[in-house]
Antibody, heavy 123, light 107 residues
Framework: EVQLVESGGGLVKPGGSLRLSCAASGFTFSNAWMSWVRQAPGKGLEWVGRIKSKTDGGTTDYAAPVKDRFTISRDDSKNTLYLQMNSLKTEDTAVYYC??????????????WGQGTLVTVSS | DIQLTQSPSFLSASVGDRVTITCRASQGISSYLAWYQQKPGKAPKLLIYAASSLQSGVPSRFSGSGSGTEFTLTISSLQPEDFATYYCQRLNSFPYTFGQGTKLEIK
């Protein structure tokens, strides 16, 4: 059974930092392209960024609001995805989900999601 | 960036109804569109990818169509468990933008 379990959320002051983790199981994590998606309270979904598998280059891409502040990384030996968040702003307050990017010949989608972890940025 | 606009934003319907949600892209995205269902307090669930491919395990009453700039998600006969919020998402290029969502409520 595929499982994604996020951790590391909490309350942080504006300008602070936080690192989220996502522990993966039930699939070959090292082959997977992974993403973070967030959802502010009562709002819609917002894609945060994506990391490719190391065999596909391990490169990352980010949404404009988080570029240069957030960093996605992975430790394939631990089957874990990370999101390092620096210079946090109140508008970064959200539930953060990790998800697996499913890639088929016909198209793509996020087929597995974690339960989410809440990050609250407030003084 | 390419924007996605869903319509309607809110939809009230009854069990057994056929409903259609539309997602329009500001530029062509071929068939790189996915649809998700999200229930309160839960993670989204992938329903459709590649505009019209049904994700494994998703009931056949869900279907998707379209390409280019206009896409639709259809639920052929609403069941009680289908009342939720639905999002489209483009995956042709970065950023992988989501639509603003359509909340489907019981009439």
């Amino acid at each position: 059974e595929v499982q994604l379990v996020e951790s590391g959320g909490g309350l942080v002051k504006p300008g602070g930092s936080l690192r989220l983790s996502c522990a993966a199981s039930g699939f070959t994590f090292s082959n997977a392209w992974m993403s973070w998606v967030r959802q502010a309270p009562g709002k819609g979904l917002e894609w945060v960024g994506r990391i490719k598998s190391k065999t596909d280059g391990g490169t990352t891409d980010y949404a404009a609001p988080v570029k240069d502040r957030f960093t996605i990384s992975r430790d394939d030996s631990k089957n874990t995805l990370y999101l390092q968040m620096n210079s946090l702003k109140t508008e970064d307050t959200a539930v953060y989900y990790c998800s697996r990017l499913f890639i088929a010949v016909a198209g793509r989608g996020f087929d597995y999601w974690g339960q989410g972890t809440l990050v609250t940025v407030s003084s | 960036d390419i924007q996605l606009t869903q319509s309607p934003s809110f939809l009230s319907a009854s069990v057994g109804d056929r409903v259609t949600i539309t997602c329009r892209a500001s530029q062509g995205i071929s068939s790189y569109l996915a649809w998700y269902q999200q229930k309160p307090g839960k993670a989204p669930k992938l329903l459709i990818y590649a505009a019209s491919s049904l994700q494994s395990g998703v009931p056949s009453r869900f279907s998707g169509s379209g390409s280019g700039t206009e896409f639709t998600l259809t639920i052929s006969s609403l069941q009680p468990e289908d009342f939720a919020t639905y999002y489209c998402q483009r995956l042709n290029s970065f950023p992988y933008t989501f639509g603003q969502g359509t909340k489907l409520e019981i009439k």
